[in-house]
């Protein structure tokens, strides 16, 4: 799978939740995600744009944790990128094995985050502790498939709400500075 991702800094998060709604975005829920963020031991992912995560996503009535490998961005003006992402039961248990194959634990990112969709895309507004308020609209496309498409499609929702710049392809890592 490949997710085509866009990424913009949130000057106002209100207003923007307000034309998110106004273009017809239908509102999935609210989370609590804390991603625990690992550097491999034969390569350093901060050189080759590579993500290796734990995340713990908190709901109202649930937990979930998933492990993610992201691959190097594939372009210049997103974040598009393969990812692998699996569900997994026991997240300590997960984190002791990386460790014990000597990947090492880098960083922790917070964000409360708010989820809508819109077709097939998915918009979230993020509050990420520490580094500030974003929106990321992603839509994912086969491996293989054509990703310019999805990205008029994505620019063409923000400039429906108003965002014409601001746009980052920095990880939240990167804007803690971490690399």
Avoid: C, W
Avoid at 31 to 45: G, I, T
Avoid at 90 to 96: G, I
């Amino acid at each position: 799978m490949i997710e085509v991702e866009v990424k913009a800094h949130a000057p106002n998060l209100n207003e923007i939740e307000e034309k998110i709604v106004e273009i017809g975005a239908s509102r999935e829920g609210e989370e609590y995600q804390e991603d625990l963020y690992f550097n491999a031991p034969h390569r350093d992912f901060a050189q080759t744009d590579e993500a290796l995560r734990i995340r713990k996503i908190k709901k109202e009535n649930s937990e979930e944790t998933y492990i993610t490998y992201k691959g190097a961005k594939m372009d210049k003006v997103s974040k598009t990128r393969k990812e692998i992402e699996v569900e997994v039961e026991n997240p300590s248990k997960v984190a002791d094995i990386l460790q014990s194959l000597s990947f090492r634990p880098v960083a922790t990112v917070r964000k409360n985050r708010i989820i809508y969709t819109l077709g097939e895309l998915i918009i979230t507004l993020d509050k990420v502790h520490g580094v500030g308020d974003f929106v990321e609209i992603e839509k994912e496309t086969a491996e293989g498939e054509d990703t310019k498409e999805a990205l008029n499609e994505i620019f063409a929702t923000y400039s429906k709400i108003g965002i014409e710049k601001g746009f980052e392809r920095s990880s939240y890592l990167e804007l803690m500075g971490i690399h």
